[in-house]
């Protein structure tokens, strides 16, 4: 299936829904407005991966755990295949693989599994106590220099650093949710916005530093992913910044203080 891009909106669901099908892989045209630099947004790969594994394998169960390398830059026309490793009675694994320009872009490993009975429940992480988000504190990041694709977010940072603040503790902690409230408490919609955050590490620089996602790792823990008004609160925190590269633990939780998912995630930093 080749899927066509027919509507340029920086509405996500848009990007999905405007396409067209003929053969045996997805097909659409990075819009400017979702880009970081010169490729397509991380999250926004991702949620193109997911959509590619849905769309070509049909499987249908909840998305569990995503496994995303992002290999090169997704420019231009981007295009996905999705196949089938395993599909068994509880879980199924499907690849996805992107390429842009005729070279490889991203490879994800999907897992899909419904939620089952479970004699022990155990959830230790509770989220930072933080003021709810207020839509009128929200910066333009976008408008302020930022890459472009933040303008597709409402965002409200409470805690922990900023880039380029000269922090000591590398830690973001924002509220974040999609401006297309169609793609609220999905989770195509959870996984293009969960990495939305800036690498936390650039809170103890002091100048701009280029950066890129180079693995992605989140696991969806929550079977219910609704949430107020569609904010979910986020938490970045590096646990090493050396030689070029920054390994970070991060957290997503619900307005409720639910927890949702959680991530693992390295970045390279380019000075």
């Known amino acids: 299936m080749i899927f066509y891009l027919t509507d340029f909106s920086v509405l996500f669901t848009n990007i999905l829904a405007a396409t067209t099908k003929e053969t045996d892989a997805l097909s659409l045209k990075a819009p400017d407005s979702w880009k970081q630099g010169r490729t397509l947004y991380g ?5 193109v991966a997911l959509h590619a594994a849905r769309e070509l394998t049909g499987e249908s169960r909840k998305l569990r755990s995503a496994l995303i390398s992002f290999v090169g830059p997704s420019t231009d026309e981007v295009v996905a ?6 599909s068994g009675r509880t879980a199924a694994t499907v690849r996805a693989s ?7 872009a991203t490879e994800a490993l999907l897992t899909f599994s419904d939620m089952r009975e479970s004699a022990v429940l155990y959830e230790p992480q509770q989220a930072p106590k933080v003021s709810a988000p207020d839509p009128a504190h929200a910066p333009n990041f976008a408008a ?6 933040m303008a597709n977010f409402d965002i409200v940072p409470v805690g922990g650093g900023v880039p380029m603040s000269g922090a000591l503790k590398p830690e973001v902690i ?20 969960g990495d939305v955050l800036p690498p936390a590490a650039l809170t103890m620089t002091t100048t701009p530093v280029k950066v890129s996602s180079m693995t992605w790792m989140v696991d969806i823990v929550a079977d219910d992913l609704s949430t107020e008004d569609g904010w979910y609160l986020f938490r970045s925190s590096a646990e090493s910044v050396r030689g070029g590269f920054s390994t970070q633990d991060m957290s997503i939780w619900n307005s409720g203080g639910g927890l949702v998912a959680k991530g693992r995630q ?3 930093m380019f000075g």
Do not use: K, N, Q, Y
């Not at 295949?81 to 395993?86: F, K, Q, S, V």
């Not at 302020?144 to 694709?149: D, K, L, V």
């Open 174 to 193: 924002w509220w974040a949710r999609h401006t297309d409230p169609s793609a609220r408490d999905t989770d195509l919609g959870l996984l293009c916005i």
């Open 81 to 86: 295949e999705a196949h089938i490793l395993r």
């Open 43 to 47: 999250g926004l790969t991702s949620s």
């Open 266 to 268: 390295t970045v390279t």
């Open 144 to 149: 302020m220099g930022g890459p472009a694709f």
């Open 98 to 104: 992107l390429s842009s320009e005729g070279t490889p």
